[in-house]
Antibody, heavy 119, light 107 residues
Framework: QVHLVESGGGVVQPERSLRLSCVAS????????IHWVRQAPGRGLEWVAAISYDGSDRFYADSVRGRFSISRDNSRNTLYLQMNSLRPEDTAVYYC????????????WGEGTTVTVSS | DIQMTQSPSSLSASVGDRVTITCRASQDITNYLAWFQQKPGKAPKTLIY???TLQSGVPSKFSGSGSGTDFTLTISGLQPEDFATYYCQQYKSYPWTFGQGTKVEIK
């Protein structure tokens, strides 16, 4: 059974930092690209960042580039999202999602972790 | 960036109806398009990839079509569990982008 479990969300003040984690199980994590997607309250889905299977390629949405950093530890089957200089508009549920190996689409989603940026 | 525009933003339908949602890309994405279903408080679920290929385990009442810039998702024989919000998403190029969503409500 393929699973992605996010953690690390919480309430944080503006301009502070937070690190999210996503632990994978049930598949060969080290061979898969992984993404972060977020959803602000009452809003649609927004793609945030992606990392290739070996971490050599990383991609970011303009809204987070320079503030967020995606990374992975394949020995721990874990994906990270380091979020710095947080803003109220970063308030959202953050999902990690697996990119299917052969056809490059998102096929598996985690349940999400909630980040609230508020003073 | 590639913009994805869905229509309608919402629709009301009855159990048993057939509904169609459209998605337009601002440039050619060939068939690098996926459709997702999301219910309130839940993670999205993948329905279709490559514009028309059904994800494993998804019932055949869902179908997708299109290529280039214009795509459709059709749901045949709506059931109560199908009332949800549906999103299209392009994965042709970064940044990946989603449509704004279509909420399918009970009439």
């Amino acid at each position: 059974q393929v699973h992605l479990v996010e953690s690390g969300g919480g309430v944080v003040q503006p301009e502070r930092s937070l690190r999210l984690s996503c632990v994978a199980s049930g598949f060969s994590f080290r061979y898969s690209s992984i993404h972060w997607v977020r959803q602000a309250p009452g809003r649609g889905l927004e793609w945030v960042a992606a990392i290739s299977y070996d971490g050599s390629d990383r991609f970011y949405a303009d809204s987070v580039r320079g503030r967020f950093s995606i990374s992975r530890d394949n020995s721990r089957n874990t994906l990270y999202l380091q979020m710095n200089s947080l803003r109220p508009e970063d308030t959202a549920v953050y999902y990690c999602a697996r990119e299917e190996d052969d056809h490059y689409y998102i096929d598996v989603w985690g349940e999400g972790t909630t980040v609230t940026v508020s003073s | 960036d590639i913009q994805m525009t869905q229509s309608p933003s919402s629709l009301s339908a009855s159990v048993g109806d057939r509904v169609t949602i459209t998605c337009r890309a601002s440039q050619d994405i060939t068939n690098y398009l996926a459709w997702f279903q999301q219910k309130p408080g839940k993670a999205p679920k993948t329905l279709i990839y490559a514009a028309s290929t059904l994800q494993s385990g998804v019932p055949s009442k869902f179908s997708g079509s299109g290529s280039g810039t214009d795509f459709t998702l059709t749901i045949s024989g709506l059931q109560p569990e199908d009332f949800a919000t549906y999103y299209c998403q392009q994965y042709k190029s970064y940044p990946w982008t989603f449509g704004q969503g279509t909420k399918v409500e009970i009439k």
